[in-house]
């Protein structure tokens, strides 16, 4: 059981965020799930008013660098928001509340789902998803 390390650029980034508290509640809650997750590696690309993206891999992903992504829309550092994004095939999603990106993530079709509010059950449907995705690139 191998528990994951977060990289050094994640861990600098989060000391800085000093805006956007919610979404940085909502951020933390799916970063320390996805941090529960035996085995996942994580990439962290930061770009500055761009986004700032945290993706988790599974070692048995072969054909894959990724199995969700985190990404905080920088765009505006005041009011950032998130947008966590899956591979299509690994995911459902019941409330259809995802938008479909088609070859949008590495070439394949994906699925994101956008926060700009902190919601409670909207963060519990991302995480559902991102616990689908983990046991889909686990298998």
Known sequence: M?????PPELD????KWDTSPEMKKAFLLFKDLLFTKDEVVFDFN???????????????QTDR?????VDVIDDNPEERWLSVCFYGDMITD??????????GLAGDDGY????DEYD???ITYIKDRLEEAYGAAAK
Do not use: Q, W
Request: aromatic share 8%; net charge positive.
């Open 46 to 60: 930061g770009r500055a008013g761009v986004s700032y993206s945290l993706r988790p891999k599974h070692p048995k």
């Open 65 to 69: 660098n990724l199995f969700a992504m």
């Open 12 to 15: 600098e980034f989060i000391k």
């Open 2 to 6: 191998t528990k994951p390390i977060a």
């Open 120 to 122: 409670e059950g909207k």
């Open 112 to 115: 994101c789902f956008d926060l």
């Open 94 to 103: 019941p409330r259809e509340i995802g938008d479909l990106v088609p070859g």
